[in-house]
């Protein structure tokens, strides 16, 4: 059975592109454009990843986070961050709002799915994984 992710982006190019690059190594992607749609869509489908991006308007990734993971339900569900941020401490910041790791923007096309397969491993090998370009 296909492995179903959530990508959360508000960028329609870049959501189009993960999309893309998904299901093209025969994901279930499901979108959402924002926060607050993408928190619905994770508490009403079964999920096996959840790619978020976090600098969005309204209801940003780091909220994102913090909600999903302060849910006994949801909490278990890997969640990646796809982020511009390169600041000292952003990798800090991401991870301890309750990302299991990241993915630098701009994303490399040839090795994306390899990074996002990386957090599908089992829990304790995924936890606070960085993956750069």
Not at 53 to 80: C, F, N, S, T, W
Not at 89 to 95: A, S
Request: aromatic letters at 6%.
């Amino acid at each position: 059975m296909a492995k179903r992710i959530l990508v959360i982006e508000d960028n329609p190019a870049n959501l189009e592109l993960l999309t893309l690059l998904l299901e093209a190594f025969h994901y279930v992607v499901l979108t959402a454009g924002g926060g607050a749609e993408g928190i619905e869509v994770v508490r009403r489908e079964k999920l096996d990843l959840i790619i978020c991006d976090v600098q969005m308007p309204g209801v940003d990734g780091y909220e994102v986070a913090r909600r999903l993971k302060k849910d006994p339900m949801l909490h278990r569900i890997p969640l990646v961050a796809v982020t511009a941020l390169a600041m000292v401490g952003d990798r800090e910041k991401v991870l301890a709002a309750g990302f299991d790791g990241y993915i630098d923007k701009p994303i490399v096309p040839e090795k994306f799915v390899q990074q996002v397969e990386a957090f599908m491993e089992k829990p304790e090998e995924k936890l606070g994984k960085t993956m750069q370009r």
